[in-house]
């Protein structure tokens, strides 16, 4: 037993085809605690927000399949509790920001009686407890006049504000770990920084843990502590951000990390990778990357890498993943 507070562990999902089962997630292990931020950085369809359905326990099953694997909260493996322990964990233990989130507040309910509806149907709050309670959380992610604001209809706040609702509603049950998943795409590039700071300030006050879904190198360089790479559904390299950034154990971060011009690597957002992303499908043989990776040879046809430390705390499923490690660009 690990005793990580949030603990993902070799997770398989497919899904059911006309042409056999389709496997999105082939493996993939991450694990955050109380404290620190986990970065979950990788390409379009890589399977980030899917591991995220599996850990609330909203992945439709069927058309999904759950095949293997563990999701531990607190030592306990949801994807065994029945529903009443999960709902429990759910909101209580972990807090979740959908992808799509600005759409998840209800354009003709007050913002702050939708914060505090969880409250009341969760904590069985009365309605001036959780009406209290609502502006509370309001100032705690700086909506600014939040008396006032917990009257207003979502259509009065702003993008940034929207997302700051979102945000408190995902709090309301003080979660030990928060999962953000994109939660600055659909905001202008100031409101992005807004957000970010502010989930860190969040993440500090409470000490619980953070793990941000992202496509933003900016982000995991400011904010994270600890990155998971993801590629074609499984977590490619994972390790300290400071680590990874400067002398990565995979050829898909590197490629990742040059793919943003240096001066812009703190601010860039992913640019696409030359050749083709990968056909997720059936059994595989090799490595996923081989098709695209400049440093592939006979060995990545043979067998898939799996996921090894090759250096203290740095992890990668790379067959050259000691090499790279032992290659310290000239810069650094
Ligand atoms: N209901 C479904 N049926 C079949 N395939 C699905 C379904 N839902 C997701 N997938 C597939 O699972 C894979 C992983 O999807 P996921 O949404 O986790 O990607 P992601 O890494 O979050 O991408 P993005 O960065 O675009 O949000 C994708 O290839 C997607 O097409
Ligand atoms: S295992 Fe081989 S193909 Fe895969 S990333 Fe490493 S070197 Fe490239
Ligand atoms: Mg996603």
Known sequence: MSGHLLEVDGLRVEFVSDDG??????????HVDRGETLAILGESGSGKSLTAQVIMGILETPPARISDGSVRWDGR???RLPESGRREVRGQGIGMVFQDSLSALNPVVRVGP???????????????????????????VRIPDAERRYRQYPHEFSGGMRQRAVIAMALA???????????????????????????QTLQRESGMGLV?????????????????????????????????????????????????????????????????P???GGETTGCAFRFR??????????REPELTE??????????????MLAHVPADS
């Open 212 to 276: 941000l879904i992202t496509h933003d190198f900016g982000a995991v360089a400011s904010i994270a502590d600890r990155v998971a790479v993801m590629y074609a559904g499984r977590v490619v390299e994972t390790g300290a951000v400071r680590d990874i950034f400067r002398r990565p154990a995979h050829p898909y971060t590197r490629a990742l990390l040059d793919a943003v011009p240096r001066a812009d690597r703190r601010a860039g957002r992913l640019a696409a990778l030359p050749g083709q």
């Open 21 to 30: 089962p389709v496997r999105v997630l082939r493996g993939v292990s991450w």
């Open 77 to 79: 493996d949801l994807l």
């Open 114 to 140: 939708q914060i505090g509806e969880t409250l009341r149907t969760r904590l069985r709050l009365s309605r001036s407890e959780a009406r209290a309670r609502a502006v509370e959380l309001m100032r705690q």
């Open 173 to 199: 049950l003080s979660p030990g770990v928060l999962i953000a998943d994109e939660p600055t795409t659909a905001l202008d590039a100031t409101v992005q920084v807004q957000i970010l700071r502010l989930l």
């Open 278 to 280: 990968p056909v997720l």
């Open 293 to 302: 990776c400049a440093a592939a040879h006979a060995a990545c046809e043979e």
């Open 310 to 323: 090759h250096a203290q705390g740095r992890w990668s499923a790379c067959h050259m993943g000691k090499e």
